[in-house]
Nanobody, 123 residues
Framework: QAQLVESGGGLVQAGGSLRLSCAASGRTFSSDAMGWFRQAPGKEREFVAVVYSSNLREYADSVKGRFTISRDKANNMAYLQLNSLKPEDTAVYYC?????????????????WGQGTQVTVSS
């Protein structure tokens, strides 16, 4: 049974940085896209970033240039580097495995989800 466990969240001041980690177990995700999503209070979960098996990466416009997604296939890990954080980045961040989308990028789905890690950015 596949499991994704996030770590690295916390409280940081605006302009600060955090690095989120996602440890996968139970199956290898080397052939799958892995991604990060987030959900702020009172809002729907939204796409943040994805890294495909080819290492091609995509980002939401709101985080482009500030966040960087990466993966370590050998160790079944994924990461999200968050720089220049803003209060509006405050959310629970979820790691996802087996991420897929459709032309237009209006909808994203994933086969596996982590339990989430809280990121809080103070102003």
């Amino acid at each position: 049974q596949a499991q994704l466990v996030e770590s690295g969240g916390g409280l940081v001041q605006a302009g600060g940085s955090l690095r989120l980690s996602c440890a996968a177990s139970g199956r290898t995700f080397s052939s799958d896209a892995m991604g990060w999503f987030r959900q702020a209070p009172g809002k729907e979960r939204e796409f943040v970033a994805v890294v495909y098996s080819s290492n091609l990466r995509e980002y939401a416009d709101s985080v482009k240039g500030r966040f960087t997604i990466s993966r370590d296939k050998a160790n079944n890990m994924a990461y999200l580097q968050l720089n220049s954080l803003k209060p509006e980045d405050t959310a629970v961040y979820y790691c996802a495995g087996g991420v897929r989308t459709w032309p237009g990028r209006a909808k994203w789905e994933a086969d596996y989800w982590g339990q989430g890690t809280q990121v809080t950015v103070s102003s």
